[in-house]
């Protein structure tokens, strides 16, 4: 029953039996005005009226209990909600019972937050080295979404801020959906990554999220891979496990790896990885923004680098709440 009607109903519905309750037993057990102006008594004897007044706490009781019952579950089974950005509750977190239940039930979805997916590279020029000529830096164009709804299409234009070389410079713009910069081993360079619209007019966009992935060393322990987030402030995500050691570098966040790898294990798809190849990537996101620099490198050894990223996170599924009136029912989503 709470399950269905609000809990304000529920109050209503219980309250108006309890006046009944209790104006019949009154009624039953004295003498109505009506009935004292006329000198007649209650048709009951005394013995009947005393039994049926007795009973009205009775009533009241089984009321109360009634009640609680109702609008306990109701308040036990409700899960903790949020609110998402278009309105409506989204479940963060689960029943206070434990049942795994919510009260009107749940859908199981993908989330994908914003993505800004690379369709294709319009421009490869990082440091002047190619393969392109004419204008620095690379251009991709790429197709802005939220949780799968295409937004527009627009430009990430990635731009040296450092000398840059690198004997694989010709490998640089994408590797299938991947974004890709070759780095030469005991070398980095500083990027700046900005957005455009397709008229190359700036663009500062709500939120903007960037994935490395593959932050790994060569073979014994050399050509140690790291970024560095230069500006922007972002919050980032790592896996529990990590594989990557969070360090500060004059103010700044750096990531750096910490376990050998190769090419069997390097991820095919940006949005299907798997557990170890989520342990060695990070995710770092931006508000309000519309460039942020990072610093990409690695340490000594004996082999060129190539760093993989892409402008999302990992999709994941999240149950998100039905929320439910006596004529409407609503299913509302959240950005992760």
Same mark, same amino acid.
């Given at each position: 029953?709470?399950?269905?009607?609000?809990?304000? &109903?529920?109050?209503?519905?219980?309250?108006?039996?309890?006046?009944?309750?209790?104006?019949?037993?009154?009624?039953?057990?004295?003498?109505?005005?009506? +009935?004292?102006?006329?000198?007649?008594?209650?048709?009951?004897?005394?013995?009947?009226?005393?039994?049926?007044?007795?009973?009205?706490?009775?009533?009241?009781?089984?009321?109360?209990?009634?009640?609680?019952?109702?609008?306990?579950? $109701?308040?036990?089974?409700?899960?903790? &909600?949020?609110?998402?950005?278009?309105?409506?509750?989204?479940?963060?977190?689960?029943?206070?019972?434990?049942? !795994?239940?919510?009260?009107?039930?749940?859908?199981?979805?993908?989330?994908?937050?914003?993505?800004?997916?690379?369709?294709?590279?319009?421009?490869?020029?990082?440091?002047?080295?190619?393969?392109?000529?004419?204008?620095?830096?690379?251009?991709?164009?790429?197709? +802005?979404?939220?949780?799968? @709804?295409?937004?527009?299409?627009?430009?990430?234009?990635?731009?040296? =801020?450092?000398?840059? @070389?690198?004997?694989?410079?010709?490998?640089?713009?994408?590797?299938?959906?991947? !974004?890709?910069?070759?780095?030469?081993?005991?070398? +980095?360079?500083?990027?700046?990554?900005?957005?455009?619209?397709?008229?190359?007019?700036?663009?500062?966009?709500?939120?903007?999220?960037?994935?490395?992935?593959? =932050?790994?060393?060569?073979?014994?322990?050399?050509? #140690?891979?790291?970024?560095?987030?230069?500006?922007?402030?972002?919050?980032?995500?790592?896996?529990?496990?990590?594989?990557?050691?969070?360090?500060?570098?004059?103010?700044?966040?750096?990531?750096?790896?910490? +376990?050998?790898?190769?090419?069997?294990?390097?991820?095919?798809?940006?949005?299907?990885?798997?557990?170890?190849?989520?342990?060695?990537?990070?995710? =770092?996101?931006?508000?309000?923004?519309?460039?942020?620099?990072?610093?990409?490198?690695?340490?000594?050894?004996? $082999?060129?680098?190539?760093?993989?990223?892409?402008?999302?996170?990992?999709?994941?599924?999240?149950?998100?709440?039905?929320?439910?009136? =006596?004529?409407?029912? #609503?299913?509302?989503?959240?950005?992760?």
């Amino acid at each position: 029953f709470a399950q269905v009607v609000p809990r304000a &109903v529920v109050a209503s519905i219980v309250a108006a039996m309890f006046r009944g309750a209790l104006s019949h037993s009154i009624r039953e057990s004295v003498l109505l005005p009506g +009935e004292e102006s006329s000198g007649e008594e209650s048709l009951l004897p005394t013995r009947g009226r005393k039994a049926i007044c007795r009973s009205a706490p009775l009533v009241l009781l089984a009321g109360l209990v009634l009640a609680g019952v109702a609008l306990g579950s $109701s308040f036990a089974r409700r899960p903790t &909600v949020g609110r998402d950005p278009s309105g409506g509750e989204v479940i963060l977190a689960g029943t206070a019972t434990g049942s !795994g239940e919510f009260p009107w039930g749940y859908e199981v979805v993908k989330v994908c937050g914003v993505d800004f997916h690379i369709l294709e590279v319009l421009h490869s020029n990082l440091g002047g080295q190619g393969p392109d000529a004419g204008e620095e830096g690379i251009v991709y164009k790429c197709a +802005e979404s939220d949780n799968g @709804q295409f937004l527009r299409n627009v430009k990430v234009k990635v731009n040296a =801020l450092s000398s840059y @070389q690198s004997r694989s410079a010709h490998k640089n713009g994408m590797l299938r959906d991947f !974004g890709s910069i070759a780095v030469d081993s005991g070398n +980095e360079v500083k990027v700046r990554f900005s957005v455009w619209d397709m008229e190359d007019r700036p663009l500062t966009v709500d939120t903007f999220r960037i994935s490395f992935y593959d =932050l790994d060393t060569g073979p014994h322990s050399k050509s #140690t891979e790291y970024i560095i987030a230069d500006n922007g402030d972002p919050s980032f995500h790592l896996t529990e496990d990590t594989q990557l050691k969070e360090t500060h570098v004059q103010g700044h966040l750096e990531f750096l790896a910490s +376990e050998g790898g190769s090419a069997k294990d390097n991820p095919h798809d940006s949005k299907s990885l798997t557990d170890l190849q989520k342990k060695r990537s990070v995710v =770092l996101t931006y508000k309000n923004v519309h460039y942020f620099d990072t610093t990409i490198g690695a340490t000594q050894g004996n $082999s060129p680098r190539g760093f993989i990223f892409a402008f999302h996170s990992t999709c994941h599924e999240g149950k998100v709440a039905i929320t439910t009136t =006596l004529t409407t029912t #609503t299913l509302t989503t959240t950005t992760h």
